[in-house]
């Protein structure tokens, strides 16, 4: 009682506001909300990706990449805000794939490391960040911009529009091999291969390519392929693709294409570590299989409308520090650290939300393979897409090579009506996912 | 469609031939000793790390790697037995806990030593036997199905024709029954879990070349094995090589005829049905090990 009288005699409008002040600035401190780099102190940035597991080879050599991509920029000065200039530093938090990892990761980065942005693969994983980005205002990046509805406002996709750049594959083959009519499609039951699917099946049905036979799913715990690719085989295509499979797919499926006697074409959307599924095939197989990530000393990227810079030093670098690892994501993650740097040395801050702002200032944007627009408000609800061109990559003489660069903001100008009624029956348009 | 029907024949025969092997190896370890061993997915990807080691990493003969795979995992199923399942013998609760946390362990130490990412293990032959346009063999994978054959008549022979094989038997049906006409239980213990976890790494080197290793490839083989052996009725070997080849060409055959995904739900469908018929499986008391 007598404690009780003592804090009611010592409560008052001035203690409460000292009270209210202290509270603001330890939630600061412990970090609730971004904190910022002081002078000459490194701007950390979050690299919040599945390390370990079987995604991993979507998330480990971007963050490989990444570690190249700041030793550079560091070795020149840093990034420079306002008059000050700062070195970044990459705080790596494995998320297994797992949303409940995700999440906690999350946590940590924004409030124990004091991060400035995230970058993700995202897909399973974003909905366990969500909640935390959203109540931080964190600004984070995905691979995956199936994840961008219109509540995401804090969430971009500024490398890759995973998967609709898989209609250049599919247009391109069609312009250069148009006596090619029939396909037949296998993919994972899951996040990445639904989509990818829908997008395959437009991408098809827009160059008046008939599929054969309904597309075969299989369970992403699948070890034996003979089966799956005995059926696909059983109509005798033109085209087998293979969506979005993971690599760890894409090399027993094309082992078991090569083993059954298959001839025709193959296009997927990667083909990561495609020397080794040669190894196991033969390079006479391989000839001519389409796929959408190029590797980086491939003359093409020296394109002056290529933003990414030094491209093939940093492949020369990457695969001199990481032989045999290059794969699709080696270079996303670096690339999206670039359009990052150029907005926050425009917003002279590193915080989330003038980055973000600098970003999409004027609507665009300089993609990797050019300049691009921020896009998406009828395909994800919120224009928070990098899209412009995509390289179309063909394996020639056992090595891949950029055949051409497409656009595919003038596809889906063509075509747009097909992918949404595609990605509407499998349920995958931005309102209709859970 | 006669192709079609043939090559889905050859494909639900391999799948049968390494199904068998690993499931038979756990139906001998879970007759002998009443535990269910939740690690044996890890002794074949064990055995799938052998041929990485050997074949790939010291550039040996692929029989050797096989070899070297048996005889390590066998080894590792003594140590298992020494160090989990004996103190642990009078409970088996305790047992099936101990063999989850060595799962982790393994797989642990499987991703310390050789990475996540999947082994890229060059082909031991492209050799393929074609009997017809659209029917085809790979020598690999004819491999596995003559190993198993040969590997499960000789386990065959060696339970009915030797007293070790009649001695596992009888622990396995009665175990006090066995230590009264003086048969060492721990001795059989022994025995099985070499038998049992070399059959399960035999797998897992046999097939290497020809599915994804990677430290948790275990998991979707034991789902499998699980299903097998409690169609089969859980301690009966018979048991697990008829469901075994039940299970591979019922699930091969419908995914080659609908999905993937359909032939999984079948494949449960297909366990839950034999446990509504029959609680104990197709051959589950009356026949055990």
């Known amino acids: 009682m007598k404690n009780l009288k003592n804090f009611g005699g010592s409560f008052s409008r001035r203690r409460l506001l000292a009270g209210a002040n202290a509270l603001s600035v330890s939630l600061l401190s412990s970090g609730l909300f971004p904190r910022l780099a002081r002078s000459g102190e490194p701007i950390k940035i979050g690299f919040l990706a599945p390390l370990t597991g079987e995604v991993a080879a979507w998330g480990k050599p971007g963050l490989d990449g990444c570690l190249i991509w700041a030793e550079w920029v560091n070795a020149l000065g840093g990034v420079k805000l306002g008059n000050e200039r700062h070195n970044i530093e990459f705080v790596a938090y494995d998320n297994e794939y797992d949303p409940g990892k995700a999440r906690t990761g999350a946590a940590k980065l924004i409030r124990e490391d004091g991060v400035q942005f995230i970058m993700m693969l995202g897909g399973d994983t974003w909905p366990g960040v969500q909640p935390v980005a959203e109540r931080s205002g964190m600004l984070v990046s995905t691979l995956l911009p199936s994840d961008l509805t219109p509540d995401t406002t804090t969430l971009i996709a500024p490398a890759e529009v995973h998967p609709i750049y898989n209609v250049t594959g599919v247009e391109w083959m069609a312009e250069t091999f148009p006596n090619l009519k029939s396909a037949v499609i296998c993919a994972q039951d899951d996040a990445l291969g639904l989509p990818s699917l829908a997008t395959y099946l437009a991408a098809f049905e827009a160059e008046g390519i008939e599929l054969q036979q309904d597309p075969l799913l299989f369970d992403p715990a699948t070890t034996d392929f003979a089966p799956i690719v005995t059926k696909m085989l059983s109509s005798n295509p033109d085209i087998v693709s293979l969506d979005t499979c993971y690599s760890d797919y894409v090399h027993p499926i094309c082992e078991q294409l090569f083993q059954q006697g298959y001839e025709g074409k193959v296009i997927s959307c990667t083909a990561d570590f495609y020397e080794q599924i040669i190894e196991k095939t033969s390079k006479e197989f391989m000839e001519g299989f389409i796929f959408q990530f190029p590797d980086f000393d491939d003359p093409a990227l020296n394109d002056p409308r290529v933003n990414f810079k030094d491209p093939n030093d940093f492949f020369r670098e990457y695969n001199r520090r990481y032989p045999g690892e290059w794969g699709a994501v080696s270079w996303e993650y670096a690339s999206i650290m670039d359009l990052w740097k150029e907005a926050a040395e425009k917003a002279g801050s590193a915080e989330p939300e003038k980055v973000l702002a600098a970003m999409k200032s004027g609507g665009k944007g300089a993609h990797a393979f050019g300049e691009a627009n921020w896009w998406g408000r009828e395909f994800f609800g919120i224009d928070n897409a990098l899209v412009g061109n995509w390289p179309v990559v063909v394996i020639e003489d056992g090595k891949a090579r950029v055949k051409a660069y497409k656009s595919i903001p003038d596809w889906y100008d063509r075509h747009g009506e097909l992918l949404i009624r595609h990605m509407e029956a499998l349920g995958q348009m931005y309102y209709q996912r859970g | ?289």
């Open chain 2, 1 to 289: 469609m006669h192709e079609l029907l043939l090559q889905t024949f050859l494909n639900a025969t391999y799948a049968a031939s390494y199904i068998a092997l690993v499931a038979v190896g756990l139906v001998l370890i879970f007759g002998v000793m009443g535990v269910i061993n939740f690690a044996h997915g890890e002794l074949y990807m064990l055995g799938a790390y052998g041929v990485v080691a050997v074949y790939v990493g010291a550039q040996q003969s692929f029989l050797l790697a096989v070899a070297v795979g048996l005889m390590f995992v066998g080894l590792v199923g003594l140590l298992m037995e020494r160090a989990l399942f004996r103190p642990l013998r009078d409970n088996p609760l305790s047992g099936l806990v101990a063999s989850i946390g060595l799962l982790l362990i393994l797989q642990a130490l499987a991703a310390i030593f050789f990475g996540v990412r999947m082994e890229h293990i060059p082909p031991v032959t492209q050799e393929v036997l074609r009997f017809s346009d659209g029917v085809s063999l790979p020598l690999q994978r004819l491999f596995v199905i003559v190993a198993a054959i040969v590997l499960l008549t000789g386990l065959w022979m060696f339970l009915k024709r030797t007293r070790f094989g009649w001695a596992l038997r009888a622990s396995a049906e009665d175990r006090e029954a066995a230590q009264l006409q003086g048969i060492s239980v721990t001795r059989i213990a022994q025995l099985a879990m070499v038998i049992g976890a070399g059959l399960a790494g035999v797998a897992g080197a046999l097939t290497a070349p020809l599915v994804r290793v990677y430290p948790y490839m275990g998991h979707s083989v034991i789902v499998t094995v699980f299903i097998v052996i409690i169609v089969g009725g859980v301690g009966s070997l018979e048991g697990a090589v008829i469901a075994a080849i039940a299970y591979a060409f019922v699930h091969t055959f419908v995914t080659t005829f609908f999905d993937g995904v359909v032939a999984d739900i079948v494949g449960l469908l297909l366990m839950l049905m034999v446990l509504v018929v029959r609680p104990t499986g197709l051959f589950g008391a009356r026949d055990r090990a």
